[in-house]
């Protein structure tokens, strides 16, 4: 079902008009241009950390090529030896934190 009318306006307009609001240099925009009053929106230290920590794993590539390549030449010689005992350990571990 498509919600197109919330109170008189497009969910288009409203999503636009929020977005314009976040997006504005100071955070804030006028919310209707004839009565003068502007919505000021403040972000807290934490959110502002988080979309750091957001921007910074958006930027990351999932694939660190520098381990694919030190692995990739021993997994195709057949020369990687798996170390069981660590693999076993960390697989107990992992089953102990579950819980």
């Known amino acids: 079902m498509k919600i197109t009318d919330v109170k008189g306006l497009e969910v288009e307009q409203l999503v636009s008009q929020q977005a314009d609001k976040v997006s504005g240099g100071q955070g804030q925009q006028p919310t209707d241009k004839s ?19 957001s921007e910074v794993v958006h930027q990351t590539p999932e694939v660190r090529s520098e381990k ?3 692995l990739q030449e021993p997994v195709q010689n057949g020369t990687y030896e798996v170390d069981s005992l660590k693999v076993a350990n960390r697989m107990i571990a992992e089953v102990l934190q579950e819980k």
């Open 68 to 70: 694919v390549a030190a």
């Open 35 to 53: 009565s003068g009053e502007t919505d000021v929106i403040h972000l807290s230290p934490q959110s502002r950390v988080m979309q750091k920590a």
